[in-house]
């Protein structure tokens, strides 16, 4: 049996002036890997890749490989709006050192099926090491099909993974279901901490989900559990993971909710989002702490 893989889209450290907070960003890492997660995502949508400059992105790139690689799987986030800024980001991650880039597709404009295959097709045949596709039907405005991902694998080796972000697993299934069969080591990955194990079922490699920024020993349990086939522990770990998704519609966007209740943890990092996304409120902020209190009321699975 496959070993599911539990995947932290990290949330990015930035100080008052709206600059990297390197020790904060290295609090975050050290968190997450010792909380027993698998794997790193940097500059995720939780990451704050859309509004980060490109000196910042190299900077931060820079900083994970030397405090990530070798201790977990470090994946990059490197889409841009422009096909060779793209490229030219992934391939200077990947000489940098990540194990493999992420992309999501242009956003704004709703692509068709054939601009989607066009651009990771051009992508996909310039950079120089693995790439996980990401979709976010929600952020781009169209779903990046099970058929155009198919299409993509008979051409291009490289393209060894897919992060689907959709609340509505049948996407997911779908993919799955059409891209598997012909490549069975294709990894799909579930866009939601909740879906682990539905994913897990279905075929899939496991999930990327935010909430192991906040409590990376429960999503760690909740792969050992589906690992080791322990249904009663799956329950239990299901039922805080359920609980847990509630952090998600506290505030739009979420990631300014996440740091809140990472401070309130005690790790050391400073709330700060890029502008123009606003700290959490005195109302949120009680909110995330009733919410803390009743998870972690729950004693420990495993």
């Not at 290295?26 to 909380?35: A, C, P, S, T």
């Not at 702490?289 to 998870?295: G, S």
Request: aromatic letters at 10%; proline letters at 3%; glycine letters at 8%.
């Amino acid at each position: 049996m496959n070993k599911f893989k539990f995947y932290t889209p990290a949330v990015t450290a930035f100080d008052e002036q709206g600059n990297l907070d390197h020790e904060g960003n290295v609090n975050i890492f050290n968190h997450i890997i010792e909380g027993g997660i698998d794997g790193i995502v940097v500059m995720g949508s939780t990451g704050e890749f859309f509004s980060m400059t490109d000196a910042q992105k190299k900077e931060l790139i820079d900083l994970s490989v030397r405090h990530v690689k070798n201790r977990a799987e470090l994946i990059i986030g490197t889409a841009c709006m422009r096909v060779d800024d793209t490229i030219d980001l992934s391939n200077y991650a990947i000489d940098a050192g990540a194990d493999s880039v992420m992309i999501i597709s242009p956003y704004y404009f709703a692509l068709t099926d054939e601009s989607v295959f066009a651009y990771f097709d051009e992508v996909a045949s310039k950079v120089k090491g693995d790439i996980y596709l990401y979709n976010f039907p929600a952020r781009t405005g169209y779903n990046l099909s099970a058929d155009v991902t198919l299409k993509l694998l008979r051409k291009h080796k490289n393209i060894i993974g897919f992060k689907d972000t959709v609340y509505e697993v049948g996407n997911t299934r779908k993919l799955m279901q059409v891209v598997l069969p012909e490549f069975p080591d294709f990894k799909v990955l579930a866009g939601f901490d909740e879906n682990l194990y539905h994913v897990a079922t279905g075929g899939g490699a496991g999930v990327i989900g935010g909430i192991s920024n906040l409590y990376p020993e429960i999503c760690a349990q909740y792969t050992k559990a589906v690992n080791t086939g322990n249904q009663e522990e799956i329950f239990k770990t299901q039922r805080k993971i359920d609980k847990l998704m509630d952090i998600y519609s506290i505030g739009t966007p979420f990631f300014p909710i996440i740091k809140k209740a990472m401070v309130m943890r005690g790790i050391k990092i400073n709330d700060i989002c890029t502008a123009p996304y606003l700290r959490a409120t005195d109302e949120q902020t009680k909110k995330i702490e009733k919410l803390m209190k009743e998870v972690e009321a729950q004693p420990l699975c495993l």
